[in-house]
């Protein structure tokens, strides 16, 4: 009888078919477990619902009016009745933003975000401006060199840059010769915001009615009612007047600096053009003899 021959010993690691000697893997660092021991803190619990909106009257300029409650806020986030516009310092109270912030489409209905001279120019006739309280308006002379409307834009543009109202420079005629520091200044929201604030807030009566001409054409609104008096300040607060009296002070040291710069500008550009003349016909000396 055959006896089979035995079978040969196996390898090591074949029945598991891993490697022989497997690479052990790195121990990690203890700042690895550090990390991993300590769970990050547990995000904190919400205010409750007491502290987000504050019941009662809010102190304002003139007296006690309601502060921003869900019940002085309709379904579309409008007031649901009047307020003070302006604070004591004659500064604009949120609510004369958001109405700032109504009108504005109707003035740019394009959406761009910033409005032109001429738009700026009729909001403020329909505001009850007279033309000569209207920088632009009463600005439109033009000359031989720059047209009307170039002029008006430098004015209203230097009155933008001397408050500051938010505001960003274009050129209305690139074809045409262009006024030293000139430019179209484009008034956005902000800009906007700010200039009417203070302008109704030196002229408040002009402002009630000006305020409520612009709420009846562009049907602002029209679930409160006219705008009361009492949303405007009494009178001209004195913080105003001093900022009318700076900004006055710093538009004519600005005038005299432009025009010192521009009388410099003409002068070097004078000296070019006859140092150029020099060089193209340089002097002649003739020599005669007798």
């Not at 060199?145 to 009155?159: G, N, T």
């Not at 305020?211 to 029209?222: Q, S, T």
């Amino acid at each position: 009888m055959d006896i089979p021959p035995p079978i040969p010993p196996r390898p090591p690691g074949y029945e598991l078919r891993v490697p022989v000697n497997p690479a052990v893997p790195p121990r990690p660092s203890p700042q690895h477990w550090q990390q991993q021991s300590i769970p990050p803190p547990p995000p904190p619990p919400p205010p409750p619902s007491s502290q987000i909106f504050q019941s009662g009257l809010h102190q304002g300029a003139y007296g006690a009016y309601p502060a921003a409650t869900p019940q002085s806020r309709g379904a579309q986030g409008e007031p649901t009745e009047w307020s003070a516009l302006h604070y004591a310092d004659g500064t604009h109270t949120p609510l004369f933003e958001a109405l700032m912030a109504a009108i504005f489409p109707h003035l740019d209905p394009q959406r761009t975000g910033y409005i032109r001279p001429e738009v700026l120019s009729d909001f403020l006739a329909l505001n009850g401006f007279p033309k000569e309280e209207d920088l632009w308006k009463s600005n439109l002379t033009g000359n031989i060199m720059f047209a009307p409307e170039d002029i008006a834009d430098a004015e209203l543009k230097a009155a933008c840059e001397a408050w500051p109202f938010d505001h960003r420079v274009a050129v209305r005629n690139p074809g045409r010769p262009q006024l030293p520091f000139g430019g179209m200044p484009l008034l956005s929201l902000r800009g906007l915001t700010d200039m009417m604030a203070v302008e109704h807030a030196a002229e408040p009566e002009r402002g009630q009615r000006g305020l409520n001409a612009v709420l009846a054409r562009y049907g602002i609104w029209p679930h409160l009612g006219p705008l009361p008096r009492s949303a405007l300040p009494p009178a001209r607060p004195v913080q105003v007047q001093r900022r009318c009296d700076e900004v006055r002070a710093r538009s004519l040291r600005a005038a005299q600096d432009k025009l010192q710069a521009n009388q410099a500008r003409l002068m070097l550009e004078a000296q070019g053009r006859q140092h150029a003349l020099d060089l193209i016909d340089y002097p002649h000396y003739v020599r005669r003899y007798y």
